[in-house]
T-cell receptor
Framework: GAGVSQSPSNKVTEKGKDVELRCDPI?????LYWYRQSLGQGLEFLIY????????KSGLPSDRFSAERTGGSVSTLTIQRTQQEDSAVYLC????????????FGPGTRLLVL | KNEVEQSPQNLTAQEGEFITINCSYS?????LHWLQQHPGGGIVSLFM???GKKKHGRLIATINIQEKHSSLHITASHPRDSAVYIC????????????FGKGTKLSVKP
């Protein structure tokens, strides 16, 4: 079956613009995760959804970041008023039921804020 | 001090060598993950373990909960094993977060 897909694969935007990143998890996976990997840095957890709910949003770097998931499937990560420090690869992963299981990663969206 | 520390940061090996990558963590965990990030950026989950040892092909992962330490071993290394290996601690709870190490960049020379 299809793996986790993300779109766009690359996004170049100007500082101050809003961007929306999309994640399609593996069909039937109830858990969905967003991560960020800045250039030369390690992975950073952003947010986790179980179904449509995110129990804790404290991992989001600032209030310019928001995420939602509808229908227990597709998720969007929105960054408002982008800053240059938002430039990174944004990765999405999903797992079947929850956090005690193998996560399957998407290819990522490479965001560059000029 | 980071909550998850990996060593070494960089590792170069000759094909066929036995490789060990170490991960120490300071938080309580419900599980520890080992991930592989290919040069192109794709990430694959290798292991998730909460005790003992797991083996998959030439890869072996061990964890010592009392010592808060895990190791990833690669037997008979091959150039295709060249990648960044990342350990990640799952502290449990409902937040769903993982705490990542900075990764070990492995290069296996033919």
């Amino acid at each position: 079956g299809a793996g986790v897909s993300q779109s766009p694969s690359n996004k170049v935007t100007e500082k101050g613009k809003d961007v929306e990143l999309r994640c399609d998890p593996i069909s039937g996976h109830t858990a969905l995760y967003w991560y960020r990997q800045s250039l030369g840095q390690g992975l950073e957890f952003l947010i986790y959804f179980q179904g449509n709910s995110a129990p804790d949003k404290s991992g989001l770097p600032s209030d310019r970041f928001s995420a939602e998931r509808t229908g227990g499937s597709v998720s969007t990560l929105t960054i408002q008023r982008t800053q240059q420090e938002d430039s990174a690869v944004y990765l999405c992963a999903s797992s079947l039921y929850g956090t005690r299981e193998t996560q399957y990663f998407g290819p990522g969206t490479r965001l560059l804020v000029l | 001090k980071n909550e998850v520390e990996q060593s070494p940061q960089n590792l170069t090996a000759q094909e066929g060598e036995f490789i060990t990558i170490n991960c120490s963590y300071s938080v309580g965990i419900s599980a520890l993950h080992w991930l592989q990030q290919h040069p192109g950026g794709g990430i694959v989950s290798l292991f998730m373990l909460s005790s003992g040892k797991k083996k998959h092909g030439r890869l072996i992962a061990t964890i010592n909960i009392q010592e808060k330490h895990s190791s990833l071993h690669i037997t008979a290394s091959h150039p295709r094993d060249s990648a960044v290996y990342i350990c990640a601690a799952d502290p449990g709870g409902s937040q769903g977060n993982l705490i990542f190490g900075k990764g070990t960049k492995l290069s296996v020379k033919p």
